[in-house]
């Protein structure tokens, strides 16, 4: 761990439960800066579907990954691992308190817990691969993957093209076989205490309802058009997941608006649903419910720098 340095302080837990304004009353208090670990609200144009915190919220104290990139600009988990340590090194150097926050569970697996080494990539090495597919067929690309990284094959088919080109791509760049990269795990340079927002499930269904509302009250319809008049990538994982998957489908004549609210509520309960399950697996996380009056949630969260 680098010079010793205390667990560094993560605020977790489903969509809507509070993780957003208890991690800036935190940062106020510790004269901390939050490392967001946000999937989605990375990327400038995506602000209502993502529920980003607001102007006035992030006024309030410095916040790192929120509209750094525009959509379309590749990201991952393992990017946002490497470089919110980064961040991080630079919060302390400044003897400011970093907090990590957020409930994109992949990019907090990849942080606190560590991934394999990120494999490199190459725009002329997967426009080269691109030009094969076209001229030789996917089936010809497949049997070259069987023969250099069975073990990736295994894993797939020929009609698995992008995960194909992708492994393909690792190869050419490196000489090592995509699978090999997973045989390697990277330990993160700092621990963490992680602390897991709670709340009674009804509860919880009842506030993700309202902030369905609340996304659509505020715009939610015109953002999802805004990035359709675009004319983006449909495949993007951000534009796939909940909060714009449904309000796109919806303006492309697939939903009714009632039946796009009442699919957007369900998606979001299912997803909150599969993030409790999530957390759950870490029996090391500290637990606590999001009812518990803000002043006992900043002592409990203040005093780790005592222990």
Known sequence: MRAQTPPIRAIVGPTAVGKTALGIKLAQFLDG?????????IYKELSIGSAKPTAQELALVPHHFIDELGLGEYYSAGLFAEQ???????????????IVVGGSTLYLHALIHGLSPLSP???????????????LGKDALYEELCRIDPDSASTMDSTKTA????????????GIPLSKFHEVHKNPPYSFHVTVLTL????LYRRIEQRVDAMLAAGLIEEAQNIRDMQLDRTLPAL?????????????GLYSLPDMVEIL????RRYAKRQITWFRRYETYQRI????????????????SKE
Do not use: W
Not at 84 to 98: F, H, K, M, S, W
Not at 200 to 203: A, G
Not at 265 to 268: G, M
């Open 289 to 304: 419910s999001a009812d518990t009056p803000d002043d006992v949630l900043i002592e409990t969260l203040c005093h780790l």
């Open 265 to 268: 509520k369900r998606n979001s």
């Open 200 to 203: 009674d499930r009804s509860v």
């Open 163 to 174: 995960r194909v080109m992708r492994a393909l791509e690792v190869f050419e760049l490196t």
């Open 121 to 135: 990539s190459d725009m002329k090495v997967r426009t080269s691969i691109g030009n094969r597919l076209a001229n």
């Open 84 to 98: 919110a340590v980064a961040r991080i090194d630079e919060i302390l150097e400044r003897n400011r308190t970093p």
């Open 33 to 41: 800066e939050i490392i967001s670990a946000d999937s989605r609200q």
């Open 240 to 252: 796939k997941s909940i909060g714009y998957k449904e309000p796109l489908a919806y303006l492309d």
